[in-house]
């Protein structure tokens, strides 16, 4: 960043002699280039800066404070946004007016005091204008001034919340691990996952950031290790590899909006920023989530727009498709994710706690989870002779993970997951090398009690033979007499009927029914089909 000296280098000796008369330094010379070095030479005194430090307005200082907090510099539009434009005016009207001696903002005020200067620096989107802090002046004021979100907070933003607002607790959890054990499932069997308790969409971007997925297939070796760790060691890879990521992007994750077009944010940066908040906060503390968003809009409202652009993002309103740009919107893009943070993947992952009110499901305060977030996986699962296994949320998530592979999956219920062993599902396990013998095994060591003797056979008789017996729903065709069947199957519809069953019965090949019924009324033969004898019943 420029120093003082190159700060002012274009200034007229008019603004020097300002900027003189404000600090109380008298300048000598009447020549530009000279009397800059001798107002530099003055201002860069330690002691004097305290001086003026102590004589900023409390505006002025938070400006100041800001610009130190953000490493000396900020983009002009988001500085200005806060703290005020600066009056153009040229040198003859400044001096005839004396604007200077009645600023109009903290911007104005710290400008003719030279702690702040304006320039254009490259970026990675070309030049941009920022408000700066004069690179040798910052240095003296860095002692002085309070730390930011640079480093450690200087205050906690918000406010303790009520009794009201945590009224009803919700416990952080482990439960993504099942989710994500469900999801894994799926990716396995090219299924689409049922409904979890954490989108799915959430759970797969995070086993991706992980390197346990990747689109939407799985890497068997990460899985296998994933699913073999205990609960608190795999919880932790989740909350590392998210806390890490650049790519997981909670932006466009938050209900209710929809990002379009090829712009880009820094999702790290805003997650980042956000944890080093919580690290301010008081431990053990139920904190006002509402309190806590709107400090952090009027002190950190650019946290996640480095640039402090509100027009570049793309994004609209999912409920009526408006587009949200401008300031105006903060509430509903930056302050949507700040409330999406913490109330979904900082929750989901066990970093935070949540409550409500008790006359409300919204939430209104969190605070940040101290102790590890486990629970054994000592369950045990129980198997029907019907070929149905209950797996309680609690059994090994390796086991149901392969336990899912071998069967139909059941809508589950509460605390426990539902699967049904099939011929079509045994099929689609041996199709992926899976055996029968692998999942006798399974069972036999993971359940309550004793397998189902019939259950057992039932299997051992497939391995060996394969399927024994099957229930189909067919069309069947009844005629009076067998020389119509016969005649039938002389007529051109004779290609539509299949095994005969008996001398007046035959089966109609699916979808066939309404052109056999077309060809027996050509034979002259009206027929009725099972549909219009429950209407006749009904009438």
Known sequence: MPNLLQSLQLRDLGHLRIVAGMWGVELSSAETQVA?????????????????????????????EMLMEAGGKMPWAAFARQFGEIRQAGPGRRDREQGYLNPISAAETLFYRAFLARAFFDTAGGAQEFAYIPQDLAKLIKPIAPKGPQGKPFEPPGRLATLKEYARPIPASDRI????????????????????????????????AAGIASGETSQPEQVKAFLEMSRLQALNRLTKAWQESEFFNELRLVPGLVCEGEW??????????LFRLLEALPKGKWWGLPAFIRAIK???????????????WFIKRLSDGTYLRGFDCWDEVDGALLRYLITGPMFWLGVVELATPEESELVTAFRVNEKPVTSVEKGKLTVGSNGRISVPRLVPRVTRYIIARFCEWEEPVPDEY??????????????????????????????ASGLPPAFVRALMRWEAHGTEAR??????LRVSRPEVLEELRKSKAGRFLGETLGPATVIVKPGAQARVLAALAELGLLAESSKDFEADKRL
């Open 36 to 64: 800059l070095k001798e107002l530099t030479t003055a201002l860069l005194d330690p002691d004097l800066v305290r001086e003026m430090l102590d004589s900023l307005s409390e505006q002025a200082r938070s400006g100041l």
């Open 177 to 208: 691990l099942d989710d994500a054990t469900t999801c894994l499932a799926a990716l396995r069997l090219g299924l689409e996952p049922p409904e979890l308790k954490v989108p799915a969409k959430v759970v797969k971007e995070l086993l991706q």
């Open 264 to 273: 880009s944010n820094q999702p790290l940066v805003a997650r980042t920023f």
């Open 298 to 312: 009027d002190k950190y409202p650019d946290f996640q727009r480095p640039a402090g652009d509100y027009d570049a």
């Open 418 to 447: 539902r699967y049904r062993v099939t011929t079509g599902s045994l099929k689609k396990a041996a199709k992926q090398g899976l055996k029968v013998g692998q999942l006798l095994s399974l069972l036999a060591k993971s359940a």
């Open 471 to 476: 229930v189909e729903n067919q069309t069947i």
